[in-house]
């Protein structure tokens, strides 16, 4: 969602600027545009994508060492040139970017038109300008002073960036809600919304936090908060590669994480998994391990597929562990007077950590006195730092927008808790324990075994290509991935999918099954399988097309199925780490025989830093 990109040194400040934007498109975007000083700021910028932007930088020019670049993902007004940022103030004297909501734009707006100014878009952005520009016009104040003092009368969010040609050598920056971080190099400073526009020229990098603010000159940064109080700031070491956010030979970044899974669930267990001695270390929630094991309930917030393997969570906890667990949206946690308090445990769940409404959970529970642990994927996020502890899924940097590796690593996460739980709360034996590790240690080779799989899942691909709705059922355990498989082929192919526990089918929806209707059922060898074959019959009976997700072993729904695709046999509470692989690609075949933007579906953000 939105991405900022600035930079000042010695560089061409469009080139860094423009690449940088690439390498953010993934978050999601609308338009796309720069302001680079030379003597005058030159603004950029248009609707469509960061191509466009290059082409027009390339034919009018745009040179210039210090500079800010923006991707917008339309909030206020639509997705046109005008609205497009940066934005400048009436006067053309500074250009701005900014990432999140000001919500008494419409007030301030009001004010700034009654004193004479006029604005050409529709943009919060746009009246942010004319507000400095009237504060510093007034307060007769140094352009600083004026940003700050413009920041104090702002509700909402930002993660702004802002270039002065009367201050040709320095760039501002300001933070509250939506990310930004500075990387620091010699001579020259890169500013950017997350790491990937940073990595091949520094990992050195600072994370601004809320209510903070930078002054960065070519030699370095002033960090202040936007009361002008001084701050040092820890300089962080990223770890992130160039490799691990490039495609690497794959037509897509999904297909390339798709692939990736059976390494990164094998990363996520790496010295954490101890096969030899049966037990789990997880070292980020050692020190609040006795809390955690002594609570009565836990609650999960999250959004969109970290709320399914929060779901996922709930069956694990709730089997290996006997913990009570609750699964709520991240986003209507704190609209209903949560019963959350310092007994209590919550847990979030987020690749991205910076997700809004899982954030505003956070504080929420936190203000409340409750324990907040994360599960996070992006090292060093909002949420990772918001959080009293937590555990990182080490999946490595997700491009693609629809969530694959993040939810595998999340659900092994999540299955590790349980195992570490159920023997601390003595609820687990030693041998359940043992057989369950060894399962997990296996899985890192059976979703390689899925994945090699493609070519056979994609004639059915084909085939269903063009349905206008799919239905997704599963129960226990995989009535979550059901979900999952549903919101990935939406999200990607923009077909109609709905996910349902396969029981629930006989109370509706059943009623849309004819032999138009592909249903995908996750019919794995467990104790649910006698059910599960009975709603495949009930499906068969009124001519729908099955297409189940199986184990190998499971002669009776491989039978029956008009299609199957085959997974190998594992512990039942571990088949949901199988069952989403087939889903996934059957996703992304789908949306690329639809010839729909796989890694930029319409519509949707990487990271939704909006509430
Ligand atoms: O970064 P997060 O895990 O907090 O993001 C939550 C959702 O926005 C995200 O999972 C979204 O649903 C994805 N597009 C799913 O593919």
């Known amino acids: 969602m939105c991405g900022i990109v600035g930079y000042i040194g010695f560089r061409e400040a469009s080139d860094v600027i423009i690449k940088g934007l690439k390498r953010l498109e993934y978050r999601g975007y609308d338009s796309a545009g720069i302001a680079v000083l030379n003597g005058d700021v030159k603004v950029r910028k248009g609707k469509g994508k960061v191509v466009n932007l290059e082409k027009m930088v390339a034919e009018s020019g745009a040179a210039g060492t210090v500079g800010i670049g923006h991707t917008r993902w339309a909030t206020h007004g639509e997705p046109n040139d005008v609205n497009a940022h940066p934005h400048t103030d009436g006067t053309k004297n500074f250009a701005l970017v900014h990432n999140g909501i000001i919500e008494n734009y419409d007030a301030l707006k009001k004010e700034l038109l009654a004193k004479g100014h006029v604005f050409e878009g529709q943009t919060d952005t746009e009246v942010l300008a004319h507000l400095i520009e009237e504060i510093q016009k007034v307060a007769k104040t140094d352009f600083e002073t004026a940003v700050q003092m413009a920041l104090k009368q702002v509700d909402g969010t930002y993660g702004i960036a ?360 996750l019919a794995v060898t467990d104790h649910t399988n006698e059910k599960m074959i009975s709603n495949i019959e009930e499906v068969r009976a009124r001519k729908g097309r099955i297409i189940a997700i199986t184990t190998e072993s499971n002669h009776d729904v491989r039978n029956l199925a008009e299609f199957a695709i085959t997974i190998p046999d594992t512990h039942d509470v571990l088949t949901p780490l199988l069952t989403v692989i087939p889903l996934q690609i059957l996703s992304y075949q789908i949306a690329v025989y639809r010839k729909a933007n796989v890694d930029q579906p319409r519509n949707l953000a990487k990271s939704v830093t909006v509430e």
């Open 162 to 521: 802002i270039v002065n040609k009367n201050e040709p050598d320095q760039i501002i920056v300001a933070r509250k809600g939506s990310p930004l971080l500075l990387g620091i190099g010699d001579d020259e400073v890169f500013i950017a919304s997350d790491a990937s526009p940073i990595i091949e020229y520094t990992n050195k990098v600072i994370y601004l936090d809320d209510d903070e603010m930078a002054t960065i000159t070519r030699e370095g940064y002033q960090v202040k908060t936007i009361s002008n109080i001084e701050l040092s700031k820890e300089v962080h070491e990223l770890e992130m590669s160039i490799e691990q956010i490039e495609k690497g030979g794959f037509p897509h970044f999904m297909l390339k994480e798709i692939h990736e899974q059976s390494q990164t669930i094998a990363d996520c267990m790496r010295g954490r998994l101890m096969v030899d001695q049966n037990r789990i270390v997880l070292g980020g929630i050692e020190g609040v391990l006795d809390r955690l094991t002594n609570a009565k309930r836990l609650v999960i917030a999250a959004c969109g597929t970290s709320w399914h393997a929060g779901l996922v969570g709930e069956y694990l906890l709730e089997y290996i562990a006997k913990l009570p667990v609750e699964v709520e949206y991240a986003s209507e946690f704190r609209y209903r007077e949560p019963l959350i308090g310092p007994d209590d445990v919550m847990l979030v769940i987020s690749q991205s950590g910076e997700t809004a409404d899982t954030l505003a959970a956070v504080r929420e529970a936190r203000q409340r006195g409750a324990l907040v642990l994360g599960i996070c994927n992006v090292v060093g996020s909002t949420i990772a730092r918001e959080t009293d502890a937590g555990v990182y899924t080490h999946a490595g940097p997700e491009i693609g927008v629809a969530s694959t590796k993040a939810f595998t690593a999340q659900v092994t996460v999540l299955s590790m808790i349980s195992i570490l739980l159920g023997q601390r709360r003595k609820v687990l034996s030693e041998a359940d324990a043992a057989i369950l590790i060894k399962a997990m240690s296996e899985i890192p080779g059976k979703v390689a075994q899925i994945t090699e799989k493609q070519d056979e899942i994609d004639h059915i691909s084909r085939l269903f290509a063009y349905a206008p709705n799919f239905l997704y059922l599963g129960r226990s355990y995989n009535f979550p991935v059901a979900l999952e498989g549903a919101l990935k082929l939406k999200e990607i192919s923009y077909i109609h999918a709905e996910g349902y526990p396969a029981a629930e089918m006989k109370h509706g929806p059943i009623a849309l099954i004819d032999e138009h209707m592909p249903v995908v059922v």
